[in-house]
């Protein structure tokens, strides 16, 4: 087994081996492993404190935060007020100053009482009551040995539990599936009792032994749930439902909620009552001795059992389920779907194998389409076909950024950060002006940077403010508001973010000065001297401004060559353009845009709303069409090193070598800004499909990031087209897209079959 030991965080803890109730579909009893025969009632003293002890070692040596144990039995109750506390004490006291300890307890509900639970409120001991819904689906399995309904009490314990004094114990409802009851009765009379959670639990089955199926379906627990399913989400979603829950994260690229689905490795081991380790309960459906593993808490720590081969199978992810399972495209949401349920006898052959699909496998590609299909309207992020919802988010995520840096500053920034921060407050709340530079995509840059410092402890923090209050000024002339600001000059240079700079003295050196609005233009004072820039756009003497495209039917894009936080692409930013040089780029990237506009006006009239930004980037002969217009290099703090809305383009080339790369660079911008705000693929597996353009196999991440920008090229140059189409056909059935994902690739489908 290749990938690293996956410390156990979940420890299900056998404190009482038999059972008050005759529930025909347990797998405890009524499956192939029958070893609780011969194992004792409760759990000794002994196995009790040597399972305290090697908790408390396991999460020592992994350095875990937190820890949970569940109670379990059979029934756990039986063991007893005295021998719980004791289980209790031995717990705490063992882990106390080591990890958190998360205690529960599974039970049926039947002799819960006052005394047990005031127990529990000591202790912290959440409780989970079974029950199946109402009368006459419960008593349909779960009945006394004598066949007396268990149904009345029951729903004593689960009113006992709702008690003000004990509600914040309460757990939850599990619910075993029967496809013969009524789903929507059953969920009516589990809602009713308004539970903070409900699992629902698939029975325990496997191919030898497969789950009745009243009506013949193959899909008739798929569509049980799916009745429910429907009722709980047109009424509002009034409670978590973990199986309803898991598939909605897994879509969206969330992890897995739930052992029974998903791909996440498993962290749970068993504790028998004479203390011996086993694995997930569940095998002992499969075969005799299936949850063995030969070790035990006198003799072995749980590392040991880390490493047992049938636990390490199911901690490898996707390597770990069948073959047909890896190409299947719900994978992710399903995971080969529960360990156990995979299992099948191999003839003449004892025991058999798990390699193989799960015996709910229709079921659970019916389920998770079926919620998928449901929830798409809902759950496909405005930003992924809306450029205006991604500029918003994008702004949004600027913003938070700020907001981010002020609170990893957490006081440190002193009087100077303090002032410049409700500096910006007012002017914010005076004028649009800060929105225009917290769009700016250089702001990003120089927060990411900055909330880096702050983390690390080494923020300069008159440096942050002066950074703020540069970003300030801009703001006030932009809103047009009478307010004087101080601002820092650097080197001899006043920046004023999207604005311009300002010569203010010598190379070398640094001042302060005061800006401010005057009637036409506005001012710098420094000291004695005032220098009047009358038109902002316009340079004049020491004032350079950032230039415009906007000419010749060209959009009106900022040509940035002086933001000192624009150097953050493949190729170095230009020092400067001069006069003669920006209107020469000037004129080629105008003509570059007529082409786009007449080969792609869609693309082109998209790339117009969303740009905002063209830094010239210095080289001598244009780069070759395979490569990128302005690919982000990684801003010292990690993360993409600037905000959506700005492209790097050569300064040199031809209008006709200009285009594409204005094309390319404004797809792969855009599909980066959307990774930003959205998820459209999982990130948790390291799977990789063929690229036509590549020998070896990429991640999804690459597959769908180049299959976004050929689409577009595809449109000026057809021979992008078979690349394009044969990247979607491999993205089709990828597991790891999430619905957004998958939304996006409709469109890119759409958009290649125009071309």
């Known amino acids: 087994m290749t990938g690293p ?32 025969r011969t194992r004792p009632k409760a759990i000794s003293d002994e196995a009790m404190t040597r399972t305290a002890l090697r908790l408390a070692e396991h999460a020592t040596t992994h350095a875990l935060p937190s820890v949970s144990v569940i109670l379990h039995g059979g029934e756990p109750l039986l063991a007893g007020p005295a021998r719980l506390r004791r289980v209790c004490e031995e717990l705490t006291a063992a882990l ?36 199946d819904g109402d009368r006459t689906a419960n008593d349909r399995h779960r009945r006394f040995a004598d066949g007396r309904s268990s149904h009345p009490l029951v729903l004593k314990a689960v009113e006992l539990l709702r008690q003000d004094r004990y509600r914040h114990l309460d757990l939850g409802l599990l619910c075993t599936i029967d496809a013969a009851n009524d789903p929507v009765t059953v969920y009516d009379a589990l809602a009713a009792l308004d539970p903070p959670r409900i699992d629902f639990l698939l029975p325990h089955a496997t191919w030898d032994e497969p789950p009745p199926r009243p009506d013949g379906s193959p899909t008739a627990y798929a569509d049980w749930l799916l009745a429910v399913f429907d ?126 699909p799960s015996v709910y496998c229709a079921d659970l590609m019916a389920l998770i389409g079926g919620i998928e299909s449901r929830t798409r309207a809902g759950t496909v992020p405005p930003a992924v076909h809306h450029p205006g919802e991604l500029l918003d988010a994008q702004h949004e995520l600027t913003r938070s950024m700020l907001a981010e840096l002020h609170a990893a500053l957490d006081g440190r920034g002193g009087e100077s950060w303090q002032e410049a921060w409700e500096l910006a407050g007012a002017v914010e ?29 080494r923020p300069d923090a008159p440096d942050l403010a002066r950074q703020v209050r540069r970003y300030v000024a801009a703001a006030v002339l932009r809103g047009g508001l009478d307010t004087p600001v101080r601002v820092h000059h650097h080197d001899g240079v006043l920046v004023l973010p999207t604005l311009g700079a300002l010569r203010l003295g010598p190379p070398g050196t640094d001042g302060e000065a005061e800006v401010r609005l005057a009637e036409k233009g506005f001012v710098v004072r420094t000291g004695t001297t005032e220098l009047r820039v009358v038109r902002a756009d316009e340079t004049a003497g020491p004032w350079r401004p950032v230039r415009r495209l906007g000419r010749d039917g060209a959009p009106d894009l900022a040509l940035d060559d002086i933001d000192p936080y624009r150097d953050t692409f493949d190729a170095p930013a230009h020092p400067g353009l001069g006069r003669e040089e920006a209107a020469d780029w000037s004129g080629r990237l105008a003509a570059a845009w007529a082409l786009l506009r007449d080969a792609v006006p869609d693309q082109a009239t998209a790339a117009a709303v969303t740009l905002s930004t063209l830094t010239p980037l210095r080289s001598v002969t244009p780069p070759a069409p395979a490569s990128a217009a302005g690919t982000a290099r990684e801003s010292r703090a990690g993360g993409p090193g600037y905000g959506y809305g700005a492209l790097g383009v050569p300064v040199a080339g031809a209008p006709e070598a200009l285009a594409p790369l204005l094309l390319r660079g404004f797809r792969r911008a855009t599909l980066r800004a959307l990774t930003e705000v959205t998820d459209l693929y999982a990130l948790d597996g390291a799977w990789h499909r063929p690229a036509p353009w590549r020998e070896e196999p990429v991640p999804v991440s690459e597959l769908l990031a180049g299959a976004h920008e050929r689409v577009g090229l595809a449109a000026y140059d057809r021979r992008y087209r078979d690349h394009a189409l044969r990247a979607l056909d491999t993205l089709q059935d990828a597991a790891e897209l999430t619905v957004g994902g998958k939304s996006l690739l409709t469109t890119l489908r759409a958009e290649a079959d125009r071309v």
């Open 96 to 131: 106390d100053g080591v990890a958190d300890l998360d205690l529960r307890i599974h039970t049926n509900g039947l002799q819960l009482s006052p005394r047990y639970l005031d127990l529990f409120d000591e202790f912290g001991v959440r409780v989970g009551i079974s029950l």
């Open 5 to 36: 030991l996956v410390p156990f965080r979940e420890i299900v803890l056998k404190v009482h081996s038999r059972c008050d109730l005759a529930c025909d579909h347990c797998y405890i009893y009524e499956h192939a492993d029958q070893s609780w």
């Open 429 to 457: 709340r005076s004028s649009d002006g800060l929105d225009t530079l917290f769009a700016h995509p250089y702001t990003r840059t120089w927060l990411a940077e900055a909330i880096a410092a702050a983390r690390d402890g």
């Open 231 to 356: 009722r709980w989400d047109a009424g509002g979603r009034p409670m978590p439902v973990r199986l309803f829950d898991s598939v909605l994260s897994t879509l969206a690229g969330g992890p897995s909620l739930t052992e029974s689905l998903g791909l996440a490795p498993t962290d749970l081991v068993v504790v028998e009552t004479d203390g011996t380790l086993e694995q997930v309960d569940s095998l002992k459906s499969a075969y005799e001795g299936a949850a063995a593993t030969g070790f035990d808490v006198f003799t072995h720590t749980l590392d040991e059992v880390a490493a047992h081969p049938g636990v390490r199978t199911r901690q490898l992810g996707l390597a770990g389920v069948s073959e047909e399972c890896r190409r299947c495209p719900v994978v992710r949401s399903c995971g080969g779907g529960l360990y156990t349920h995979r299992y099948r006898s191999r003839p003449g052959m004892s025991p058999g194998g798990f390699d193989h």
